[in-house]
C-alpha cells in the first residue's frame, strides 16, 4: 500500500465497520442471479469482514456470497466475521489452500450460475457490481474482467509480467487479455474448460497463480475475456493486508511468466494459436 492510501483506507473501512449488522444489505437496486466467490487466509481473517460488508452494500446485490476457506479453520473464525453470515453471506470450507479455490468449488456447487470472483484485502466500490453485471448483459457468453493486462510477446515467447501492461480505457480487447482477480471477475455458466477443476494439474503448472489458469480455461474452451467498459474506480486497500500476498510472490521471482510458460507448453498454445482460437 502506498502512503498516500493509507488515510482513504483507515476512513473508508471504518464507515464500513461502522454500519449496523442489520442495515447491511437492505435496499439494494436490484438483486442479481450471480454468485460472489472468494477465499482468505489466516493472516487476513481480522479484516475479511470489511471487504465482506463492502460486498453486503453494493447497488447490485447477488444471490449469495461464498467464502471458501481451509477446513482447519473452523474453530478461527473472528466474531466480526462469523455475525455476517446469514441469507446472503456463507462460509464454505474446503480441504484445499491454494487460491484457485474461489472459483472451482463454486463452479461445482452453483453449475448454471455466473461467478462473480473477488479478493479478500480490499474495499470494493458500491457500484462493482453492477457495472460488471450490466456488461454481462450485453456480452452474456464472455468472460468480464473489470481490469485486464495485456499478455505480451516478444519472438514467440512471453514477455515478462512486467511488460503486460495493464489495459486502458477505452479498453482495446484482445485475445491476449487476462483479467485480474483483485478487481472482479465475472465468469458465466459454461464459460471455461472442463480442466479448470483438475486439481493435479493446476498445482502443477499454476500452483500460484489462478488468473492465469482460468484465462487458459478460457483459451481452450474458446471463450473471449474483455475489459469492462464501465469499469468501477480501483478497490480501495486495507491496511495491513499485504504482509503476505501472492502478487509479491509472483511479481519478485517472474513467476507468472514461468507458470504461463508451463500452461502454454502443456495444451501446445502459442501467441499465434490462441489469436485462432479465439477468432
Known amino acids: 500500500m502506498k502512503l498516500s492510501e493509507i488515510p482513504k483506507s483507515i476512513s473508508t473501512s471504518l464507515k464500513m465497520v461502522l454500519i449496523p449488522r442489520s442495515r447491511l ?4 437496486e436490484k438483486r442479481i442471479p450471480v454468485i460472489v466467490s472468494l477465499t482468505s487466509i489466516p493472516t487476513r481473517l481480522r479484516t475479511l469482514h470489511i471487504t465482506i460488508r463492502s460486498m453486503m452494500q453494493q447497488e447490485y446485490l447477488p444471490e449469495k456470497i461464498i467464502l471458501w476457506l481451509k477446513e482447519d479453520l473452523k474453530n478461527q473464525i473472528p466474531k466480526r466475521l462469523a455475525k455476517l453470515e446469514g441469507d446472503l453471506f456463507e462460509i464454505r470450507y474446503s480441504a484445499y489452500g491454494f487460491s484457485h479455490r474461489k472459483l472451482i468449488h463454486s463452479i461445482e456447487a452453483f453449475p448454471d450460475k455466473a461467478i462473480i470472483t473477488c479478493d479478500d484485502d480490499v474495499i470494493y466500490q458500491p457500484n462493482t457490481l453492477k457495472l460488471i453485471f450490466e456488461e454481462h448483459l450485453k456480452f452474456p457468453d464472455q468472460v468480464i474482467g473489470n481490469r485486464c493486462r495485456k499478455m505480451t510477446y516478444l519472438d514467440g515467447h512471453v514477455n515478462s509480467y512486467s511488460k503486460w501492461p495493464f489495459v486502458v480505457d477505452p479498453p482495446a480487447q484482445s485475445p491476449h487479455n487476462m483479467p485480474v482477480g483483485a478487481f472482479c471477475v465475472l465468469y458465466p455458466a459454461g ?8 486439481v493435479e494439474l493446476f498445482t502443477k503448472l499454476a500452483p500460484k497463480a489462478d488468473d492465469l489458469w482460468f484465462k487458459a480455461m478460457a483459451i481452450l474452451n474458446g471463450t473471449t475475456s474483455l475489459q469492462n467498459n464501465s469499469r468501477p474506480e480501483v478497490p480501495i486497500p486495507i ?20 507458470q504461463w510458460e508451463q500452461i502454454c507448453v502443456h495444451y501446445q498454445l502459442s501467441e499465434s494459436k490462441i489469436e ?3 477468432a
Open 239 to 258: 491496511l495491513g493486508t499485504q504482509f503476505v500476498a501472492l502478487k509479491k510472490v509472483n511479481k519478485g521471482q517472474d513467476f507468472n511468466r514461468v
Open 276 to 278: 485462432k482460437l479465439l
Open 25 to 28: 444489505a437492505t435496499n439494494p
Open 191 to 198: 464459460s471455461l474448460h472442463k480442466d479448470v477443476q483438475n
